[in-house]
């Protein structure tokens, strides 16, 4: 039974696993910030000292519409949702339409006694390393034979999301440094030499970690600067330096409160 509120896990929908299961409801959670504060002189008001995002969690929650005579169906199907979580991935929902969550760890529910057949379950997703729904598909732009200049990138979403970069060397020689500046953060890559033909590749995880590549090597150790290039929501300035000519890549993923 295809149900208005529809819930999927590494594109498997919640309600294609039995035509019995309910959804019942979706919240799809606040992200948790962890804020440090001191008192301002003068007796009145404090100052932030520190904001940090920390977990989202969503909840999910539905019933199984069968009889509580049909024990034996009833855990059956219980088992089923219960494996489906535990597969994690990126989890969507269908009023949320190009976002998606991704699922570091998975609280399920106890079972409690299957003749409760009124009872409902509520299933615990929670993202640890990017705690935020993001956008689905990444917003790109491309810019052919730079090797230096300012260009505007235009961000969605509602928080801070680091960017993904590439510059493929299409100079004919190599490129010793290449380095990224965008609201007073830095990447810097000196002596990376990179050949021509070659890519440097910035990019991040499902975790959100940094990862600086030339082909399936890590150029990380050569990166000096910032930890990492972070854009907010609208236009930013990004600043590209390098030593040869290039063909840039500037993705973004929009994060969601």
Known sequence: MILSKRVALGGVQLDGLSDWIAIKSVDPGVPRENISAVDRMGGVGQRVTMQHW???EVSVTYGI?????SLAL???IFDAVNAWALTKGWLTVNWLPGRRMWVDKVVLPGSGDMWNWTADFTIVFRAYGVPFWQDSTGTSMVTENISSGNLT???GGMV???LDVSFENTSGSSCA???FAINGNTLAFTGINLAAG???AITHGTDGLLKAMVGSTS???LMTGGDDLWAKPGNNTLTVSASAAGELTITSYGRYI
């Open 65 to 69: 519409d069968i009889p509580k005579r």
């Open 219 to 221: 150029v990380y150790g």
């Open 160 to 162: 801070e999301t680091p």
């Open 198 to 200: 070659s890519t440097l």
């Open 177 to 179: 440094n290449v380095s």
């Open 54 to 56: 920390q977990t989202l």
């Open 153 to 155: 990138v235009d961000v």
């Open 74 to 76: 009833r855990r059956q």
